[in-house]
């Protein structure tokens, strides 16, 4: 609130509590700022991963086909009731690796731990029976003891081609230590890689004379999606690659893997792999960002196909082939950002598939300092336009800075395929913008209440006083031009009050100063001002003397605590008037609102002036009150009020009508009731009604006007005395049609 744009808040700001609330955003935001750095809070570890999945899912990596070709053998059902016995021997392994080598497979992927022997094996065997007495056993042992040993004929089969054998890292401490094939350049032990206790091994007799021997560890996130497969892992100070990657190097004929990291950090940071000519790029604990496609297209057969010769002979030539148990009984549905794959063997197809074909995304080491950057500015200047300007306009800015920062994400994704973590920041700025709106709601509502408790004299009956005796500025008393909204409130049928209390002068009195002290309190109450006194009523104005940028807004709200409280009024004014023996009659009142400009200050002569208001905007108060009791509503409002405030509260239109001071004709509006009566479906089928009651009577259908008028009488909150009037308005005009020019506004007096 200003008086002559100056603040008679300049120092509410000290109040204790208010300056405890200040702080109370930029607290906030420290807090989650640090959240975003400190990834062990794991506050926004699900806006990000709902964010990238959401890229991925619009903008999905399309399939395409991968050179060299990879293709994926299941151990499925069919292939287990068609070849019977369950486990497997390694004898069918070794055959089925046999046969790859005959289609030209490039890699085999053992995508299977085999941690024990072969117990269908003929030695296994021999232990088992070797302590039983039964007749005629030697021959049998002895027959036994002449065949070759499973476990070593599969790791003779790998002698064919290029074979990796798989490991499972656990938490669990053991003291497993799977077999390296592998050197790797430039390890370090600071790497954040992903860290194990133990490990589940394949046995030495199969690990030692494969080509390769990695891990078959996935990674599933909190909500059971995979969405990062590890390719670098760590146990016991030393670096383990996954069998995927082991394949890659294999592929490549190297048995060296080249670390890659960030040279602009002060500590190690992995970036990527080098194997042989393949560039991976990896995360900093090690794992590849899945991009899966929707609709995985990976070349797959039954293991039955391949025993049984049923595969084209040149559909694995070449290939990276993945070999792995799927059906029943084991691993569920691998769930992705975008699609479900039946196990992770096929999760495994699609990551190396992704890999051959350099499709990879990347979470730049810079990305996580422009996630909070872009956090700490907009809240800053979401701040500060809250603080320093309006809610509203922090607001606004809030509401463009995160779709912002979500097509900022969006365009990085797409065009260079790096991960931008837009819904952290997002969220973190929705809850900084709501807390610095809530502290700015209490702040602004101790203000009001420092000033009803500091200044109330500017709300007050003498408030043109207390602003006259303000001699900062002398201007201020100068007469200037400023909108301003009046009311003009009085009482209705005063003659017959006068008649009814004629032997009671003094209870007459008291009625009115009752009626004239219980709605000024109302003004006071909405920041309006009482202009002056006429008899049985009053003049009030918003926005003049006191600067109220929501005068029209407050003098309508005023206007509703009037016919509230005329309610308790009345009660008791009839106790009262019960208490002299006088009949009592419901007091009524009548209400002019209009807003326009006016000429506002010191007016008088040179031995008594007083601060008034004067101009458009008054007329049209005075003749709004004067017609209210005509029309019916006690609430009257122009229609520069109603243009201000229609979409807060009810009004109805109730008039057309010329004036001869004014060039347009004017329409004139009822107040019907607050937001919650706008909101209300009975009162919009009445607005109906009446929008089809003027339609039809500026276009003199007179039958029409006549029949809305029977249906609105019908309707909650109707306005009787006003469709009277209407009507005698019509039988006037059936009578009397109007000219040609008429534009449907009446020009005669009120009816």
Partial sequence: IEVNGESILADWRHKPALRWSYPIPFIILALLTYAMWNPAFHLFQTPQQRTFDAYQTFAPRLPTSAT??????????????????????????????????????????????????????????????????????????????????????????????????????????????????????????????????????????????????????????????VRALPLLSKMKERIYPSALLEAIRLSHGTELYELLMDKNADTPILTGVKVGEQVIDLTPDGSLYLYPTPQPNITHYSAADLLNDAIPADALQDAFVLIGPRGQGYAPLIATATSELPNATWLQAEALHQILNDQFLTRPVWALWAEIGALIGASLIVIALAYYASGIWAGLIALLAIPGLFYGGWYAFTTEALLLDAGSPALALISVTLTTLIVTMIRTSAQREYVRTAFGHYLSNNAVNSIAQNTASEAFFNAEKRQATVMVCGLRSFPALERRYAG??????????????????????????????????????????????????????????????????????????????????????????STGDCIAGLMGSKLHDEYSVIGEAVRDAHQLYAASETYGPAVIVSEETYGKVDHIFALLEIDFVENPDKPHAQRIFALIGNPVMKANPKFRALEEAHLAFFTAFQAQNWEEALNVIKQARELSGAVPSLYDLYAKRIYYYVQNPPDENWIGAHNRPVI
């Fill in 504 to 593: 009671h002068a003094d209870e007459l009195g008291h009625l009115i100063n009752e009626f004239l002290t219980e709605m000024t309190t109302q003004v006071h109450q909405t920041q309006g001002t009482i202009n002056r006194y006429i008899g049985d009523r009053f003049i009030a104005t918003w926005n003049a003397p006191l600067t109220d940028k929501q005068h029209h807004q407050h003098a309508i709200e005023c206007a509703l605590r009037m016919l509230e409280s005329l309610d308790r009024l009345n009660r008791r004014l009839e106790d009262r008037a019960r208490g002299l023996g006088i009949d009592f009659v419901q007091v009524e009142m009548g209400v002019g609102i």
């Fill in 68 to 225: 060299p070709p990879i293709a994926v053998i299941d151990i499925d059902d069919r292939a287990r009731s068609a070849l019977t016995q369950w486990p497997w021997p390694r004898t069918r392994y070794a055959t089925m690796i046999e046969k790859l080598q005959s289609a030209g497979a490039r890699v085999v992927v053992l995508d299977e731990v085999f941690a024990t022997r072969d117990q269908t094996s003929p030695d296994q065997i021999l232990e088992t029976w070797w302590s039983t007495p039964t007749e005629g056993l030697d021959s049998a042992l002895s027959i036994l003891s002449e065949l070759p040993d499973h476990d070593a004929l599969l790791a003779q089969s790998f002698r064919a081609l290029p074979v990796v054998t798989s490991y499972e890292l656990t938490s669990d401490f053991n003291d497993a230590m799977p077999w390296v094939k592998a050197d790797i350049a430039m390890p370090s032990s600071a790497l954040a890689l992903r860290l194990f206790n133990g490990a589940t091994t394949t046995i030495r007799p199969l690990s030692s004379p494969s080509a390769g021997n990695g891990s078959r560890n996935i990674a599933m996130d909190g909500d059971g999606r």
